[in-house]
């Protein structure tokens, strides 16, 4: 573990469950954070227990989001276990909890007592929907989020069978809102460097998939003045498409001003994931000729420019998918990239898995953990030149509940009485 992660130092006491909150903390605690874990005893997290592979052990939906971390149960409902979270409130830097709408406050821990506790503290908390909002009551999931963000009505195909709006398997509701807020959090923490004050932190999952389709707002806006999107793959053949108004769902197509697409390659029958995405760029049209050996292309008034090709775009991609019919997805890209072309193979969860450059950049990890023996997760996406953080395993279930209550000063017989009443 490097010893100069820049978040030594800093505790936070990590009243999260589920996803959102948890991929927030996690990642705080890889740069070196304390990060304290509170659960309630006997069952913890419930992910603790969902979705299990090995009978008996932490679920991967747990380890894979709770790396990093101690473990502290706490019954916040008794008045041994708040007068413990008072004691930690006091001490920490960083309170993240993302409870259903008003439960820490039901359970005594308003914005108001925790500033009484500690002015320093950030409070930092992940709701569905903003304070004040006309659905501030609801409790979320990601896809009531992806559904309330933009992101389902502008995902999928816009005509057939399953042409409904389309969640995304990127957690585009949880992690993406937990990310959010460690960005909250640690500029918070950088402003009480200079106010000495805490402040409170607030990130809706509405409101995180809404910043991830900005883009999707500004074909909106674009809509509204011109009455069609040029880049849409409905333009100009389906016009119809745009007659009501609003953004159509675009499939496949680039979300920019570079047209692009799924391409199938060779063994797409059988193979669900043999396919590679194609991105033509306005000013690679002559590398993608030489690449196809189309050079008759490169003069054609009706190729030419972006315009000219996008009435037939989709005929053009059909003769790179005629040109890689018989090339794998690895071939076709490693005769695209020699082009400068921005493709990528259609990767699989399991090819990722064994992928060595993810394995040797340590995107992908393998954790000893004292239960399962180990297990494998994905690792920090982002890479730092000075420091290398390690990840180690989530702890199990109250791991370390008497350590930090000693670290809080409770001695050997209080802790002993706080698990006689189930407190911890
Ligand atoms: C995710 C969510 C829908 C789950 O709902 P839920 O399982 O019903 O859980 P809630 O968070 O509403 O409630 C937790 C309850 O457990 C209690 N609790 C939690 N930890 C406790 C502890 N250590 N000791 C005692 N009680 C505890 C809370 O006080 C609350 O009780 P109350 O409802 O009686 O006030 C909800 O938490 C939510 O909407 N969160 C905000 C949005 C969010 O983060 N969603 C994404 C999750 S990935």
């Known amino acids: 573990m490097s010893d100069n992660l820049p978040l030594k130092g800093i505790k936070i006491i990590d009243f999260t469950h589920v996803q959102a909150g948890p991929a927030c903390t996690q990642l705080l605690a890889w740069f070196g954070a304390d990060v304290i874990k509170v659960e309630r005893p006997g069952s913890g997290d419930v992910t603790r227990s969902q979705l299990r592979d090995i009978p008996g052990a932490d679920a991967l939906y747990f380890t894979m989001l709770n790396s990093n971390k101690r473990s502290l149960t706490l019954d916040t409902k008794k008045a041994e276990g708040k007068a413990v979270l008072e004691k930690l409130i006091k001490e920490s830097d960083v309170m993240v909890e993302n409870f259903g709408p008003g439960a820490l406050d039901r359970m005594g821990f308003t914005w108001e007592h925790i500033q009484k506790l500690n002015p320093g503290m950030i409070l930092a908390s992940v709701k569905g929907f903003s304070d004040g909002h006309h659905y501030e009551d609801l409790k979320v999931y990601e896809n009531v989020a992806q559904c309330a963000g933009g992101a ?4 999928g195909y816009w005509k057939g069978e399953n042409s409904g709006p389309t969640i995304s398997s990127a957690a585009l509701g949880d992690s993406n809102t937990g990310m959010h807020l460690a960005i909250g959090i640690l500029t918070a923490y950088i402003g009480k460097q200079k106010t000495g004050k805490g ?4 990130v809706s999952m509405q409101d995180s998939v809404l910043n991830l389709c900005r883009v999707k707002m500004r074909d909106q806006l674009r809509l509204d003045k011109v009455g069609y999107l040029e880049e849409y793959p409905q333009y100009p053949h389906e016009m119809e498409a745009f007659k009501d108004g609003v953004v159509p769902r675009g499939a496949n197509a680039g979300g ?8 199938k390659c ?3 029958e059988t193979d669900p994931n043999a396919y ?4 033509v760029q306005g000013h690679a049209w002559e590398p993608i000729c030489d690449a196809l050996g189309k050079p008759e292309w490169k003069t054609d ?3 030419t420019t972006a315009q000219a090709r996008q ?4 005929n053009i991609f059909a003769t790179i998918e005629d040109f890689i019919k018989d090339k794998t997805k690895f071939e076709a890209v490693d005769i695209f990239r020699k082009f400068d072309i921005p493709c990528a193979p259609v990767l699989s969860m399991k090819e990722l898995l064994h992928d060595k450059s993810l394995r040797a950049s340590g995107s992908i990890v393998e954790v000893p953990h004292k239960v399962r023996g180990s297990y494998f997760t994905v690792g920090s996406p982002i890479k730092f030149s000075g420091m290398k953080p390690e990840v180690t395993a989530s702890p199990l279930l109250g791991e370390h509940t008497d350590a930090v209550l000693a670290e809080l ?8 009485a706080m698990h006689e009443v189930k407190a911890v």
């Open 152 to 155: 389902a009505s502008t995902t």
């Open 409 to 416: 000063g409770y001695s050997a017989q209080e802790i002993a």
């Open 276 to 279: 590679i995405y194609f991105t």
């Open 311 to 314: 009435p037939h775009i989709m």
């Open 256 to 263: 920019g001003g570079q047209p692009g697409w799924i391409l």
């Open 266 to 268: 060779k063994g797409w």
């Open 301 to 303: 008034p009706a190729y």
């Open 199 to 202: 402040q409170k932190v607030a």
